[in-house]
């Protein structure tokens, strides 16, 4: 990473003199929130996608100036990684933030809406950012009171770009100058209700994986079948038999969803085509189940083909680990978020859901955690409201001050050491 051409200009109004940290969290944050949201819908109004987010990087650079951190941006992807030095030493905690849009046309009407066609902040990213800003504010006015460094860590390419990865080659664990002790990082959810806490030990999202299967036959003439060897009934046998080896070959108390999303051939509706394609994705829990479904792919796809006389290749890319969380940092955030929430608020997730993170990647190299913050708009039942991704998710906006008094609570609650309460 190379410096940002950034200078200081000072530091926020710092917290008053012997005030326990992890106190007032919640009241600083609401006092912050209006800041906040102007950087969401900032952000909101001109999403990008990817790696590069030269726009997005800028809007963070200036939202971040004048706090008196360490500010660097990656060589390779426009990332922002910006470092807090506490008054004594102590351990180094990362808190994440996505940064990246979808290529979803937008279609909420929302006054801020996506000016270009074509892109949304359809996965809250756009908040992500923002609730960082708003914490790195908040922290940056205790720095006084902070034993050890927070390092923020603002991510592009989450959206299958592998983002993470990158900036963890690049450096930003060792940013502080010593690799982070912990991590954190907070997801809005609109299926949740708007202010709660949710997450769990162990695995909480799945690893996500895509494959891709060619089959080939012979061409013809639409009217005579039985002189050529027509790959399309042959694939469509090999989407039917993957589901199958899904529901047969992996155990009830396992998990595993294999989805075929794509499946194309021929170009006219009197042509037999040579060749047909289909297309998907694999998510899975465990690395044992995960490897036997990459070989039972190509298996199954290979023994259909050759069953018809056509021939098959299948071809699986690797894509996000498991999103694991520690089960330590799991009590320590169940804990410091009940204590400024309150407990209503927090509670274990039930069971992991079938969705992929990168921030999988930092969570295999520290100990830390990823958690839920439920965005469900006003008005709207959680089970009803548009999901992530989808062309017309919205969020209640008043969640951000929430999500910013839970990153500073636990980074603080990690930083001073405090011993969470057995969570379950």
């Given at each position: 990473m190379t410096p940002a051409p950034r200078t200081a200009r000072g530091t926020p109004d710092a917290a008053p003199v012997g005030a326990v940290p992890g106190s007032g969290l919640l009241g600083e944050a609401r006092r912050l929130a209006p800041g906040a949201v102007e950087v969401r819908r900032a952000l909101h109004r001109v999403p990008e996608l990817g790696l590069e987010l030269p726009g997005t990087q800028r809007l963070l650079l200036d939202a971040l100036d004048g706090l008196g951190l360490e500010v660097r941006t990656g060589r390779e992807l426009s990332s922002v990684t910006a470092v807090l030095a506490g008054a004594d030493d102590g351990p180094t905690i990362l808190l994440r933030a996505d940064m990246d849009a979808l290529p979803v046309t937008e279609?909420?009407?929302?006054?801020?809406?996506?000016?270009?066609?074509?892109?949304?902040?359809?996965?809250g990213h756009d908040v992500h950012a923002a609730m960082l800003v708003g914490a790195a504010r908040l922290l940056a006015g205790r720095r006084d009171a902070l034993p050890g460094r927070v390092v923020f860590m603002f991510q592009p390419g989450e959206e299958g770009h592998h983002g993470a990865r990158q900036m963890i080659e690049e450096g930003v664990l060792e940013a502080a100058g010593a690799r982070a002790d912990a991590a954190f990082a907070l997801h809005v959810h609109p299926n949740l209700p708007a202010g709660t806490v949710r997450l769990r030990p162990g695995p909480q999202m799945a690893a996500s994986d895509r494959f891709r299967v060619v089959v080939r036959g012979r061409g013809g003439h639409a009217s005579a079948p039985h002189t050529a060897c027509d790959p399309v009934p042959v694939a469509c046998e090999i989407v039917l038999a993957l589901q199958t080896a899904v529901t047969r070959g992996v155990a009830a108390d396992d998990s595993a969803v294999l989805s075929v999303t794509r499946l194309t051939a021929g170009t006219a509706t009197g042509v037999i085509p040579d060749t047909a394609e289909?297309?998907?994705?694999?998510?899975?829990?465990?690395?044992?189940?995960?490897?036997?479904?990459?070989?039972?792919?190509?298996?199954?796809?290979?023994?259909?083909?050759?069953?018809?006389?056509?021939?098959?290749?299948?071809?699986?890319?690797?894509?996000?680990?498991?999103?694991?969380?520690?089960?330590?940092?799991?009590?320590?955030?169940?804990?410091?978020?009940?204590?400024?929430?309150?407990?209503?608020?927090?509670?274990?997730?039930?069971?992991?859901?079938?969705?992929?993170?990168?921030?999988?990647?930092?969570?295999?190299?520290?100990?830390?955690?990823?958690?839920?913050?439920?965005?469900?708009?006003?008005?709207?039942?959680?089970?009803?409201?548009?999901?992530?991704?989808?062309?017309?998710?919205?969020?209640?906006?008043?969640?951000?001050?929430?999500?910013?008094?839970?990153?500073?609570?636990?980074?603080?609650?990690f930083l001073t050491g405090r011993a969470p309460e057995p969570a379950r």
């Open positions: 279609e909420t009407g929302l006054p801020f809406a996506s000016r270009t066609d074509g892109l949304m902040h359809a996965c289909l297309a998907g994705t694999l998510r899975t829990l465990a690395g044992p189940t995960r490897r036997r479904l990459h070989e039972a792919i190509d298996r199954v796809a290979r023994g259909v083909a050759a069953a018809h006389g056509a021939t098959a290749e299948a071809t699986v890319e690797t894509g996000y680990p498991v999103t694991a969380n520690d089960a330590a940092f799991t009590d320590l955030v169940l804990s410091a978020a009940a204590d400024v929430l309150g407990a209503d608020a927090v509670d274990v997730l039930p069971a992991p859901l079938m969705t992929a993170e990168d921030f999988s990647y930092v969570l295999r190299a520290v100990p830390g955690a990823l958690a839920f913050l439920g965005a469900c708009p006003p008005g709207t039942a959680p089970h009803e409201a548009p999901s992530l991704h989808s062309s017309r998710m919205t969020v209640d906006e008043d969640v951000l001050a929430t999500g910013i008094a839970c990153e500073a609570a636990v980074a603080l609650a």
